[in-house]
Each structure stands twice: as structure tokens, then as C-alpha cells.
């Protein structure tokens, strides 16, 4: 069966829960006391300021999305500077969103060991981070409707905890005053890790293929789920620095002071299924999106044609699904968090700036829509070059280990 004969079962709906679930996962834990110690009370009206210069990046870069409808976006996107660089975007893309996934899963086992309060040997932490992404993957082969419907009820169990504890500390707890401005370098460090929290808002594009009238769907999906972030993580802040809870230094988990602060053992828990079901959503969405690439690609013959193969039954690509579970359990037992989420957020950026860039190549456009993409780029660019050496060796080195791939199926071909 070909990519083409997969059902379009992805709506507006669907879209905009992948891309949400895919940039709302470990950071809103932990970033609201990261921010609150560098900028005070100021902290919160860093989101909207950050959401604004998102949009300067997700706007051309709906429009590319809108103006270059295919299968599995980043392949199509980057086929405007021929075959082999529309192999290299998806590739790079595939590596962010696996690099992504790996890094995720070692947060998520974190959260439920502390959940559970179980101590286990790193023998059996490690079979834990095995069998969440073996549980993950088989989640999303049986079909794409259980998996948007799973989807759904997992963000309701994320925000909806977070969102009153939020509003509970708004209305109990007065908000400090703002004082005098943090200094700008304080400023910048902030919004570089607040810029982090919006990226994945792309997610849904990788699932173009199956979504129903994508020209449409994906552009107001990646605007609402800009919009989303910015309205959940500007109420978390504003909670946290209203109550300003006490809680260890280098605690990795502040959000569970704050629950603790305003409804004692009841709202640790209500923090805790929360970051269960933020960390587990935002796995369960790559899972759902990123194998699409694999797949696509497969199709036009630049990998190994096995992972075209669709499901007879559930009518998902499980081979393609396979190779990322098994990637990313390599990644996550032989890596860190830190280390494959720079490598994860550097990646995107080059997809970002390639995908405006195509967009600005293919077709006329209006003087305002250069100067756009031009700024999309740029900031793209800006991002990326916070990025260290070594995260750039690692990107170009699985770059040319994704060409050479390449080079070996379209020779076998």
C-alpha cells in the first residue's frame, strides 16, 4: 500500500494536538524557577514577548506549509532545492524529532520513579525507558484515529491540573509587584530558554499527507498552538511567582513546591500526573508524527524501501514506526537529556530556516513576505549559533550518515 492510500484521518483538531503535544513536554516543569530566579516578577511577561518573535518564524513558516502541500512536510519543503537537499531536510528533521523523543523518555521515567517513589538499579531504570517506548510505539501501530484519541485525553490531563493550580494561586495569592526591570543580558539568557519552549510547534506537519485539506488545517494549527503555549506557560509563571514556593536547589521538579504550597500531598499529586501525562503526550506525539518522514521518504526510493510498508490492518507505517522506537532506545540508553535536546533544537532550526527560505524561492512574493521570511531566517540562524561545537559536529555528522544512506538506496534503486 503507498503513502497516498493512507487514510486522511487528521483534522484541524488532530493537528493541533500533535503540534501542541509536541513542544509542551518536560520544559514547563522546570523552566517557570529557572525564569523566576533570573527575572523576578517578570518572569511571565517574557512568554507573550517570546510568542511574538515565534510568530516571526511560525508565520512564514505556516505560509511554506500552506504554499507546498505533500507528504510528510519537511521532504516536500526542502525538494525546492532538488532531491537530494529535500533528503537532507527530512533527515536532519527525523534526526531532531528522534534526538527530541530519547531525550524526553529519560524525564518521563525520572517522574514516575518519583511518583511511584520506587528506587531501581540502572539495570532497571534502563528496562523502564525500554518499555515506555515499546509501549508508546505499539500505541500508535494500531492506527492513527486510537492514537489521536489517546492523544487527546492526555492533554487534558496535563493542562487541566496545571491550568487550576494556576488559577487557585491567581485568585488566593496577590501578584508582586514588578519593580525595576533585570538587567538585559539577564533578559536575553531568559528569552533564548523561553524560546525553547515553543519549539516543536511544527510537529503536525510531518503528518501533511494524512490530514485533511493540510493547505488550510496545518497553517491554523501551528498559529493556535502558538498561541496555546503562550497562554499555559504565562499562567503557570504567573502562579509561580505569586506564591513563590520553597523548594531544594537544584530540585528538578519546582512545580511540585507549588502544588504542595496551595493543596499540600494533593496538589504534589495533581503536579505529578501532570508531568506524567505532558511527558507521555509529548512522546506519543513524535511517535505519531516523525516514522510519516521515514516513511515518505522510503517512497521515493531515498531509503530502504521495507519502510514503506503500511499495516494491512490498523494502516499505520509500523515498519517505519519500528526503526524510530529502536533508535531512540539507542539514544536514550547511550545519551543525556541535555546533550540530545541541544542536538534536537539545533536540527530544527536548519529545517526552519530551509523551509522559509523554500517558500521565499517558489513563486512571487510581496515585499512584506521577503522581509518576513528574511526575519524568520535570521532568527532561526541567531538561535542555532547559541548552539556548541559539539552539537554542531553531531548534526553534521549525522548528516553524512543520513547521505550515505541515501547514496546506497538510490544506488540499490
Not at 531536510?89 to 525520572?110: C, E, K, P, Q
Not at 521515493?300 to 529502536?326: E, K, M, T, Y
Request: glycine share 10%; hydrophobic share 60%.
Amino acid at each position: 500500500m503507498s503513502q497516498a492510500e493512507l487514510p486522511k484521518r487528521v483534522g484541524l483538531g488532530g493537528a493541533i494536538l500533535i503540534s501542541f503535544n509536541g513542544a509542551v513536554g518536560a520544559a514547563i516543569f522546570a523552566l517557570p524557577a529557572t525564569l523566576a530566579g533570573d527575572v523576578g516578577a517578570w518572569a511571565p511577561w517574557l512568554f507573550p514577548l517570546a510568542g511574538l518573535v515565534v510568530l516571526l518564524i511560525a508565520i512564514p513558516f505556516a505560509k511554506a506549509a500552506a504554499s507546498m502541500p505533500g507528504e510528510s512536510g519537511p521532504v516536500t519543503y526542502g525538494s525546492a532545492f532538488g532531491r537530494a537537499a529535500g533528503f537532507e531536510v527530512g533527515w536532519i528533521y527525523y534526526v531532531a524529532r528522534v534526538s527530541a523523543f530519547a531525550a524526553n523518555v529519560h524525564v518521563l521515567v525520572d517522574y514516575l520513579l518519583r511518583w511511584t517513589e520506587v528506587e531501581v538499579s540502572p539495570l532497571g531504570r534502563s528496562g523502564l525507558i525500554l518499555g515506555a517506548i515499546l509501549l508508546i510505539g505499539w500505541a500508535n501501530i494500531v492506527g492513527m484515529t486510537r492514537a489521536l484519541r489517546l492523544l487527546g485525553g492526555m492533554t487534558l490531563l496535563k493542562s487541566l491540573p496545571l491550568l487550576a493550580l494556576a488559577l487557585l494561586a491567581l485568585v488566593t495569592t496577590p501578584l508582586p509587584t514588578l519593580g525595576l526591570p533585570p538587567p538585559l543580558g539577564a533578559v536575553e539568557a531568559s528569552m533564548l530558554l523561553v524560546f525553547y519552549a515553543f519549539v516543536g510547534f511544527e510537529s503536525s506537519v510531518a503528518v501533511s499527507g494524512e490530514t485533511r485539506d493540510s493547505s488550510r488545517s496545518l497553517p491554523r494549527a501551528l498559529l493556535l498552538t502558538v498561541g496555546g503555549i503562550v497562554l499555559l506557560y504565562l499562567m503557570v509563571q504567573l502562579a509561580f511567582v505569586a506564591v513563590d514556593p520553597a523548594y531544594p536547589k537544584g530540585d528538578k521538579a519546582p512545580l511540585l513546591a507549588l502544588g504542595t504550597a496551595l493543596l499540600g500531598p494533593l496538589g504534589a499529586l495533581m503536579v505529578l500526573l501532570a508531568a506524567v501525562a505532558s511527558l507521555a503526550g509529548n512522546l506519543h506525539a513524535n511517535m505519531a508524527a516523525t516514522p510519516r518522514v521515514s516513511h515518505a521518504l522510503a517512497l521515493r526510493g531515498d531509503l530502504p524501501a521495507w519502510l514503506a510498508a503500511v499495516h494491512p490492518r490498523f494502516l499505520s507505517p509500523h515498519h517505519s514506526i519500528f526503526l524510530l522506537a529502536a533508535l531512540a532506545a539507542i539514544l536514550a540508553l547511550t545519551g543525556g537529556f541535555v546533550w540530545l535536546a541541544v542536538v534536537s533544537t539545533l536540527a530544527r532550526m536548519v529545517v526552519y530556516a530551509v523551509t522559509i527560505a523554500a517558500w521565499l524561492k517558489l513563486g512571487r512574493r510581496s515585499t512584506g513576505d521577503v522581509m518576513l521570511g528574511a526575519v524568520g531566517i535570521a532568527l532561526s540562524a541567531l538561535v542555532a549559533s547559541q548552539a556548541g561545537s559539539t552539537a554542531w559536529v553531531t548534526l553534521a555528522v549525522l548528516a553524512l550518515a543520513g547521505a550515505l544512506l541515501f547514496a546506497v538506496a538510490r544506488r540499490s534503486r
